[in-house]
């Protein structure tokens, strides 16, 4: 049962433009959500977070957008860099409990 | 400071094997989690523990796995017997439920590979 989804497997953007990765849940207890980004080889590394009392968290040239009606949250990356290849992981928590992830989206930046 | 510690990062098997996984998390950090990496399902939590507890262990795919963790800075993943379908990237994490962000920080991963 996915909680946490990531539709698009991959987004391929161009250096310089704007990169903009989706995320839909279907629990609406989760009250807690985060971006994770990983290279090969290594483990995720936090990114970005949002508390569901926010709509928009911007944090330098990463903004992640929460939509609590549509269970809808994004992550945009302006302007995009060839060092932002990495696959990017959506994450939910209830509570500061447990953590679900989405199944990932490969970002290619081309220079 | 050293970050999540995972050993081995690599291991190779065969069918049938015991595997067991460890981690040592971050020293302070109450709470510790354990996924798995595959392509169809991404990054799957199979079992958390809070304080040394097991609170969730509802991801554990079957019987054959099995998670533990005796202190507060030690945990292991067990798998036995060991499936070619059990191939996958298992990563521990860790975090502090007390303060900061609630993030998780992750180790470097143990990937298995059962032939």
């Known amino acids: 049962d996915q909680q946490v989804k990531q539709n698009s497997p991959s987004l391929s953007v161009q250096e310089g433009r704007i990169s903009i990765l989706n995320c839909d849940y279907t629990?609406?207890?989760?009250?807690?959500f985060l971006w994770y980004k990983k290279y090969p080889a290594e483990g995720p590394t936090f990114l970005i977070s949002?508390?569901?009392?926010?709509d928009k968290n911007e944090d330098g040239r990463f903004t992640v957008f929460l939509n609590k009606s549509a269970k809808h949250l994004s992550l945009h990356i302006v302007p995009s860099q060839p060092g932002d290849s990495a696959v990017y992981f959506c994450?939910?928590?209830?509570?500061?409990?447990?953590?679900?992830f989405g199944a990932g989206t490969r970002l290619t930046v081309k220079p | 400071d050293a970050g999540v510690i995972q050993s081995p990062r690599h291991e190779v098997t065969e069918m049938g094997q015991e595997v067991t996984l460890r981690c040592k998390p971050i020293?302070?950090?109450?709470?510790l989690f354990w996924y798995r990496q595959t392509m169809m399902r991404g990054l799957e939590l199979l079992i958390y523990?809070?304080?040394?507890?097991?609170?969730?262990d509802s991801g554990m795919p079957e019987d054959r796995f099995s998670a533990k963790m005796p202190n507060a800075s030690f945990s292991t993943l067990k798998i036995q017997p060991s499936e070619p379908r059990d191939s996958a990237v298992y990563f521990c994490?860790?975090?502090?439920?007390?303060?900061?962000?609630?993030?998780?920080?992750f180790g470097e991963g143990s990937r298995l590979t059962v032939l």
């Open positions: 994490a860790s975090r502090n439920g007390g303060a900061g962000t609630g993030e998780l920080f």
């Open positions: 629990n609406s207890m989760f009250d807690y």
């Open positions: 949002i508390s569901s009392i926010k």
């Open positions: 994450a939910a928590s209830a509570g500061r409990n447990d953590m679900r």
């Open positions: 020293s302070g950090h109450n709470s």
């Open positions: 523990f809070n304080n040394n507890v097991p609170i969730d």
